[in-house]
């Protein structure tokens, strides 16, 4: 059985970084793609980053620049550093996985079949 579990995430304050986890067990991470969304309440979800199994990624707009995805496949684990957080970044964070080919982009929370319960993450001004 797949689970993916986020931790990481907190209340902090504007300015100040972040850095996500994402453990995956019940199956290797070495040839998933991975990633990252989030959803504030009263919007729908929203793509933050993603990482392909050879290590490319993608950002979402609203953190390019200020934040980086990495994997270690050893430690069955991802992560994600969000730095200049602002209040407009506070949802909840949640991780993703898919290990099935298909012909959507990494960007589209329909490909991922295994999610995980998601981590708060609240920035005050």
């Known amino acids: 059985q797949v689970q993916l579990v986020e931790s990481g995430g907190g209340l902090v304050q504007a300015g100040d970084s972040l850095r996500l986890s994402c453990k995956v067990s019940?199956?290797?991470?070495?040839?998933?793609?991975m990633g990252w969304f989030r959803q504030a309440p009263g919007k729908e979800r929203e793509f933050v980053s993603g990482?392909?199994?050879?290590?490319?990624?993608l950002y979402g707009d609203s953190v390019k620049g200020r934040s980086t995805i990495s994997r270690d496949n050893a430690k069955n684990t991802i992560f994600l550093q969000v730095t200049s957080l602002e209040p407009a970044d506070t949802a909840v964070y949640y991780c993703?996985?898919?290990?099935?080919?298909?012909?959507?982009?990494?960007?589209?929370?329909?490909?991922?079949?295994?999610w995980g319960q998601g981590t708060q993450v609240t920035v005050s001004s």
């Open positions: 990482i392909t199994v050879n290590g490319d990624t």
């Open positions: 993703a996985a898919r290990w099935t080919l298909t012909t959507g982009t990494i960007s589209e929370a329909r490909t991922y079949g295994y």
């Open positions: 019940g199956r290797s991470l070495n040839y998933a793609v």
